[in-house]
């Protein structure tokens, strides 16, 4: 199996395209949709790729627990994005039906984790002992990619990546950094849960019971009685978290900064939306609300990224202190122009063009703390364009002084010879600047003097030059070797 791209190509009325992208902003369609055949398509930032099991087999995704725990679920949606500015979302779709609740949650919390934080979860069953992804072509199984985590050494601060997660990212090397975990161990997860009306008692939308299987699966929780914090600081949680415009049909929507959950009890025709055509909740939470989620993560990642280039460039500046090289200058300034450009042509407070959705994309980044990560960085980065002009300054500042003292030191010699040879003459001349006059020792000695005088200036000019040689050397040689901004990373690990 291997990634394939898979850009829009159809674009009419019944197309996925069409009914994707409408309800975007049309800036926001050249920018984060991958197309191909379609005016401005080489503006998107983004690249969509698939990978699909061989005719006739299926993919699943295993995981069990050192208490008993294990699932077998189908992958049914294998997607990777990659965006122009190197960040990337990997996206695993698995589905399951007629599960048990606490089946459910379990496979909900258990299948997310990437690598585990410590021994002691696994040894606890808080997080899998064994993981795999298993082809099944017409029976016959096939182990993919496995991880027992039996054991994991952190290297080069990066964490042991599950062989699952990295098994499906072959083509770049993990021990060589070519790729890293920018969000924690966690996936985070995006979740479908569709109740059976005819598994829960009558009125049970309204009841407390469907209160707590919420905030167990907006917390990414297992299966519990009741909450499982403090009850009325997780009533007045879920107030914030959840959305209720369709409450009323038992229908939620709830965002936390590692999930995302769309709860429905059964299908029904919604409003206009005949169920005939599909039922809309799910239709929406596979196309559009996907899509938002996806660049809120994005917003997220790259915040993220910037705010580790933000620390790695300040270190770089402030540990060549007054002497700032210039590879270092030039990546603190591709570092703000960078930001700038992801700021003013990435970045959109208002993504879709319908109220409930842009409702849904605000609740998202106020929990994935967007403006505020944003806000922070943007002044980190000002603050560095300040420091690297006022250092600039300073240096302009001590070259014109160079320059005043030696123009001082030529002057006043100008200035005395050209006084005494336009002023005085006769005997004075005669014994200064007459070598066959009636003094020749004291004309020697000024002859001399003046000499040494003035091989002392131009050495002292010589010398202010060669040890402030990095001032004068781009005004000097101006099409000479150009600098380059060096791995931010690479430099801070050697």
């Given at each position: 199996?291997?990634?394939?791209?898979?850009?829009?190509?159809?674009?009419?009325?019944?197309?996925?395209?069409?009914?994707?992208?409408?309800?975007?902003?049309?800036?926001?369609?050249?920018?984060?949709?991958?197309?191909?055949?379609?005016?401005?398509?080489?503006?998107?930032?983004?690249?969509?790729?698939?990978?699909?099991?061989?005719?006739?087999?299926?993919?699943?995704?295993?995981?069990?627990?050192?208490?008993?725990?294990?699932?077998?679920?189908?992958?049914?949606?294998?997607?990777?994005?990659?965006?122009?500015?190197?960040?990337?979302?990997?996206?695993?779709?698995?589905?399951?039906?007629?599960?048990?609740?606490?089946?459910?949650?379990?496979?909900?919390?258990?299948?997310?984790?990437?690598?585990?934080?410590?021994?002691?979860?696994?040894?606890?069953?808080?997080?899998?002992?064994?993981?795999?992804?298993?082809?099944?072509?017409?029976?016959?199984?096939?182990?993919?990619?496995?991880?027992?985590?039996?054991?994991?050494?952190?290297?080069?601060?990066?964490?042991?990546?599950?062989?699952?997660?990295?098994?499906?990212?072959?083509?770049?090397?993990?021990?060589?950094?070519?790729?890293?975990?920018?969000?924690?161990?966690?996936?985070?997860?995006?979740?479908?849960?569709?109740?059976?009306?005819?598994?829960?008692?009558?009125?049970?939308?309204?009841?407390?019971?469907?209160?707590?299987?919420?905030?167990?699966?907006?917390?990414?929780?297992?299966?519990?009685?009741?909450?499982?914090?403090?009850?009325?600081?997780?009533?007045?949680?879920?107030?914030?978290?959840?959305?209720?415009?369709?409450?009323?049909?038992?229908?939620?929507?709830?965002?936390?900064?590692?999930?995302?959950?769309?709860?429905?009890?059964?299908?029904?025709?919604?409003?206009?939306?005949?169920?005939?055509?599909?039922?809309?909740?799910?239709?929406?939470?596979?196309?559009?609300?996907?899509?938002?989620?996806?660049?809120?993560?994005?917003?997220?990642?790259?915040?993220?990224?910037?705010?580790?280039?933000?620390?790695?460039?300040?270190?770089?500046?402030?540990?060549?202190?007054?002497?700032?090289?210039?590879?270092?200058?030039?990546?603190?300034?591709?570092?703000?122009?960078?930001?700038?450009?992801?700021?003013?042509?990435?970045?959109?407070?208002?993504?879709?063009?319908?109220?409930?959705?842009?409702?849904?994309?605000?609740?998202?980044?106020?929990?994935?703390?967007?403006?505020?990560?944003?806000?922070?960085?943007?002044?980190?980065?000002?603050?560095?364009?300040?420091?690297?002009?006022?250092?600039?300054?300073?240096?302009?500042?001590?070259?014109i002084n160079r320059v005043a003292m030696l123009s001082l030191i030529l002057?006043?010699?100008?200035?005395?010879?050209?006084?005494?040879?336009?002023?005085?003459?006769?005997?004075?001349?005669?014994?200064?600047?007459?070598?066959?006059?009636?003094?020749?020792?004291?004309?020697?000695?000024?002859?001399?003097?003046?000499?040494?005088?003035?091989?002392?200036?131009?050495?002292?000019?010589?010398?202010?030059?060669?040890?402030?040689?990095?001032?004068?050397?781009?005004?000097?040689?101006?099409?000479?070797?150009?600098?380059?901004?060096?791995?931010?990373?690479?430099?801070?690990?050697?």
């Amino acid at each position: 199996m291997v990634w394939k791209r898979t850009p829009y190509t159809q674009f009419d009325l019944n197309s996925r395209a069409y009914q994707d992208m409408i309800f975007f902003h049309p800036i926001v369609r050249r920018v984060f949709f991958d197309t191909t055949g379609q005016e401005g398509s080489r503006e998107a930032l983004l690249r969509c790729y698939t990978m699909s099991p061989p005719i006739g087999g299926k993919l699943y995704y295993e995981i069990e627990d050192n208490k008993g725990g294990k699932a077998s679920v189908e992958i049914t949606d294998l997607r990777l994005f990659l965006f122009a500015n190197g960040i990337g979302v990997l996206s695993l779709g698995v589905e399951a039906w007629n599960l048990p609740m606490k089946q459910a949650l379990w496979i909900n919390e258990s299948m997310r984790k990437v690598y585990p934080s410590s021994a002691r979860q696994i040894r606890e069953g808080r997080s899998p002992s064994r993981s795999a992804l298993v082809l099944d072509m017409k029976g016959t199984r096939t182990r993919l990619a496995e991880e027992t985590a039996e054991t994991g050494v952190m290297k080069g601060f990066q964490p042991p990546l599950a062989r699952t997660i990295k098994s499906l990212i072959y083509f770049a090397e993990y021990s060589k950094q070519e790729f890293e975990p920018v969000l924690d161990e966690r996936m985070i997860v995006y979740t479908y849960l569709e109740i059976d009306p005819a598994s829960v008692p009558a009125g049970y939308k309204d009841s407390e019971e469907y209160q707590v299987l919420l905030s167990r699966l907006l917390y990414v929780e297992n299966a519990g009685d009741s909450y499982r914090y403090e009850v009325n600081f997780l009533r007045d949680r879920m107030q914030e978290h959840l959305y209720r415009r369709w409450a009323h049909q038992g229908t939620y929507y709830g965002f936390t900064s590692y999930s995302n959950v769309t709860a429905a009890i059964g299908q029904f025709d919604c409003g206009g939306h005949q169920l005939s055509e599909g039922f809309l909740i799910h239709r929406m939470f596979d196309t559009r609300y996907y899509l938002m989620a996806l660049v809120g993560l994005f917003y997220s990642a790259t915040l993220l990224d910037f705010g580790e280039r933000t620390a790695l460039v300040s270190r770089r500046l402030y540990e060549s202190d007054r002497h700032l090289a210039p590879d270092s200058i030039l990546a603190a300034n591709h570092l703000r122009s960078e930001f700038l450009h992801f700021s003013n042509y990435w970045h959109f407070d208002e993504l879709a063009n319908k109220e409930e959705e842009l409702e849904h994309f605000e609740l998202q980044c106020r929990f994935y703390r967007i403006s505020a990560m944003k806000a922070e960085i943007q002044e980190e980065v000002e603050s560095l364009g300040a420091s690297i002009q006022e250092h600039s300054q300073f240096r302009n500042t001590e070259a014109i002084n160079r320059v005043a003292m030696l123009s001082l030191i030529l002057g006043i010699g100008a200035m005395v010879t050209g006084f005494f040879g336009m002023n005085f003459g006769r005997a004075f001349a005669e014994t200064l600047f007459e070598p066959m006059g009636d003094w020749p020792l004291i004309h020697l000695s000024a002859v001399t003097s003046v000499i040494l005088l003035g091989l002392g200036v131009l050495l002292f000019a010589v010398y202010v030059v060669a040890v402030n040689w990095a001032d004068y050397r781009d005004i000097l040689d101006p099409h000479g070797k150009k600098v380059r901004a060096r791995s931010l990373r690479h430099d801070h690990e050697n």
